[in-house]
């Protein structure tokens, strides 16, 4: 069985500063990590992915984020985020080799003030 | 109609009625979810259909029903619901079988139970 913990339920930031949304693991297998975003009154979006390769993913809205198998982390960063970026934000992981049934975790909100 | 659509985006009803959710896919995935978001709380997996199985949250109370009569259609029956039932149902999709178990989301069902 695999969690994820998202160390910051919000994070309040000014606009046109860098963000860096937190999120750990735990799984005895491999796994493939994902981030997805809620806008208000939405479903969730897919931001980016973690497959295998390289440990940097960019994303769509210019995010991306690390995959740190040492520290089992995968954090999610915006050098300067907008008044659009408030949403809440969920890291999720699965089993990788074809488990289709993921791990969320409990979401960061993130509000941006201007 | 692109993506997952879910219908009807609000429903307001007494502990009482009997309704239904309904959520359709129209990217020929072959594996569906529901969800519960509720405030606070993490995102609940409720029930999973895919080819290969029908997956369960033993958790989730009698009250609420799935159906799935084909890969690109699924309903959630409610009866006797409670107060505390009040929630955002989300529907998502996902290719089943595949290395890339990323999901797709509908907008949700925003659910009150009176």
């Known amino acids: 069985a695999q969690s994820v913990t998202q160390l910051d339920s919000q994070v309040p930031v000014f606009e046109e500063a860098p963000v860096e949304l937190r999120c750990n693991y735990s799984?005895?297998?491999?796994?493939?990590l994902f981030w997805y975003v809620q806008y208000p009154n939405q479903g969730l979006q897919l931001l980016l992915k973690y497959l295998s390769g390289s440990t940097l993913v960019k994303g769509i809205n210019g995010f991306e984020a690390e995959f740190n198998k040492s520290q089992t982390s995968f954090h999610l960063r915006k050098p300067s985020v907008h008044i659009s970026d408030t949403a809440e934000y969920f890291c999720a992981v699965t089993r990788s080799g074809g488990s289709y049934i993921p791990t969320f975790g409990r979401g960061t909100s993130l509000i941006v003030h201007p | 109609e692109t993506g997952v659509t879910q219908t009807p985006r609000h429903l307001v009803m007494g502990m009482t009625n009997k309704k239904s959710l309904k959520c359709e896919q129209h990217?020929?995935?072959?594996?569906m979810y529901w969800y519960k978001q509720s405030a606070k709380k993490p995102l609940e997996l409720m029930f999973v259909?895919?080819?290969?199985?029908?997956?369960e949250n033993n958790s989730v109370p009698s009250r609420f029903s799935p159906e799935c009569p084909n890969s690109s259609h699924l309903f959630l029956h409610l009866h006797t619901l409670q107060p505390e039932d009040s929630a955002l149902y989300l529907c998502?999709?996902?290719?089943?079988?595949?290395?890339?178990?990323?999901?797709?989301f509908g907008p949700g069902t925003r659910l009150t139970v009176l």
């Open positions: 990217l020929g995935h072959n594996a």
């Open positions: 799984s005895s297998v491999s796994v493939y």
């Open positions: 998502a999709s996902s290719q089943s079988g595949m290395k890339i178990a990323e999901q797709f």
């Open positions: 259909y895919s080819l290969e199985e029908r997956v």
